[in-house]
């Protein structure tokens, strides 16, 4: 039997990011970042106005301030995308936008509720000092910069950077592909017929979302039937959409669970009986296609729904993570008190839906939903962790302290 640990490694030790690909940046949403970014030019690269208002000369704004008269002739309006030519004459001012680069002689912007809102001219309610009101070149990107390092999340905030430097394309690591393939001849659609001796497929749909849940794309094939010739030609055209496959179901000793005869001729897919429950059931390695190339990772979880999903928590999600180019491979982990007690067995890592409740300043307690030694539905379904006891461990003792992955906050 083989440990959680060693089962882990093995999977982590097949896979890798996908490969790197340059793609428009409404593709680069979510994606980790496969080369550094720096900036080709300052931002800005000229003067411009923070405020809308009135580009001055400080200079001529001295004796500005609620008793005084003091206006200065408008010249000129500046937009946005005026030129950059423009020149301020001494003891004038232009009506400037947001946004738009000073006019030469400038070097403050006196903003529009500080005045009059002249058009021909303006009075000042108090004096400019320089630079106010004025974004400098470079005072948000210099040229030269690392500001995306290889290896951050893409969200909105790194692609408005990416766009205000120019960058309309990213390299990054493209998310994974997963193709979900639900094994079972005893298998019907939720919201279909269910004749004598079917089971609703949960697999799939539950397994769709935890992919996306995991920052990778999904695509459900639906039921593939027990059937050996059917089950390969079904793999085997998911081999060209896939980066990762995962199979549910068709694991048992019996002869029509077929999925082990099927995967074994297709590359160098291991089953193991794992150290742990639910879940003890695992086929995991590389398929190929006809042509021998393009290996693709595959994973066969068994059918029980709270099987297949403890197992891609443990194994499948930290590799579709790992494939996408994160660091952070693993669901976010605290201690707990159990609120109270209950068996695990022997030999075996045991991982129970629980409700963990608290904080970090002052501790958190964790409780079984339903019965640990019982895999339920109802029960994942209530859990927002995952408790985890250890191997040599018989039983959880009220007060005793345990590991638990966090599921959701």
Known sequence: MRS??????????????????????ADAVGCILATDVTVEHDVPPAPVAARDGYAVASYDTADAGPT??????????????????????????????????????ADAVVPVEETDRG????ALQRPAHPGQHVRLPGSDA?????????????????LALAATLGHGRLRVHPTPRVVIVSVGDELVEPGSARREGAVYEADGHALETAVRDA????????IVSDDR??????????????????????????????????????????????????????GFGTVTGLGGDGAVPIFALQGHPVAAQVSFEV??????????????????????????????????????????????DEGYQVTPV???????????????????VGEQDLAVHPGQRVHCLVLEG
Do not use: C
Not at 6 to 21: C, T
Not at 82 to 99: C, D, F, H, K, Y
Not at 215 to 222: D, K, L, T
Not at 246 to 275: C, I, M, N, Q, W
């Open 142 to 158: 210099r040229a030269g910069d690392l500001v995306l390092a290889e290896g951050i999340r893409l969200g909105a905030r790194q």
């Open 370 to 388: 339903g019965d640990p030694g019982t895999p339920s539905v109802t029960a994942l379904s209530r859990a927002n962790a995952l408790a985890v």
């Open 68 to 105: 005084s008269t003091r206006t200065l002739p408008v010249a000129h309006d500046v937009v946005v995308a005026a030129p950059s030519t423009l020149r301020l004459a001494p003891g004038q001012a232009v009506r400037i936008a947001s946004g738009a680069r000073l006019p030469q002689g």
């Open 4 to 25: 959680v640990q060693d089962h882990l490694a093995a999977v982590l030790g097949s896979v890798g990011p996908v490969a790197p690909l340059d793609v428009v940046l």
């Open 315 to 360: 194994f499948v999600r930290p590799a579709l993570r790992a494939m996408a180019g994160h660091a952070d491979l693993f669901r976010p982990s605290v201690t707990a008190e159990a609120t109270e007690g209950w068996s695990s067995p022997p030999g075996l890592r045991q991982f129970v839906p629980a409700l963990v409740v608290g904080s970090p």
């Open 229 to 282: 010739a059917t089950l390969r030609e079904a793999l085997e055209d998911q081999l060209v959409r896939a980066d990762l496959i995962l199979t549910t179901g068709g694991l048992s000793e019996y002869a029509h669970d077929t999925v082990k005869d099927v995967l074994a001729p297709l590359g160098t897919v291991r089953f193991d009986h794992v150290a742990m429950t639910p879940g003890h059931r695992h």
């Open 215 to 222: 920052g990778a794309s999904a695509r459900r094939v639906g």
């Open 119 to 122: 058009a021909a001219r303006v």
